[in-house]
């Protein structure tokens, strides 16, 4: 099973930072392209970044540049999303999945989603 673990999310105040991780389970991380998406009440659920297999490419989506920066580390199996500057958009659940490639946009594989993370940014 292609199993993925997302944690580190909380409350936070606007401007401030979290980190979220993305790790990997009964599967080789090296082999996928990974991306994390975000889900806010009422709205679909959207592609924020997203990595190469091999660090090569990463892309993010407009809101969040400058902002968010994601990263991997293999040998750990986990994807990691540093967000900075946090703002009250922001906050939603947030998803890791395998995606095919790294480009824009970015879809899951395969349609399957876990627990998520809850981010929420608040005063």
Known sequence: QLQLVESGGGLVQPGGSLTLSCTASSFTLAF?????FR????KEREGVSCISKREGITNYV???????TISRDNARKSVYLQ??????E???IYYCATIRE??????PLFGS??????????S
């Open 39 to 42: 889900q806010a009440p009422g």
């Open 102 to 107: 790294c480009g824009m946009p970015f879809t």
């Open 113 to 122: 989603w876990g627990q998520g993370t809850q981010v929420t940014v608040s």
């Open 90 to 92: 922001d906050t939603g």
């Open 83 to 88: 967000m900075n500057s946090l703002k009250p």
């Open 62 to 68: 407009d809101s969040v540049k400058g902002r968010f």
């Open 32 to 36: 996928y392209a990974i991306g994390w």
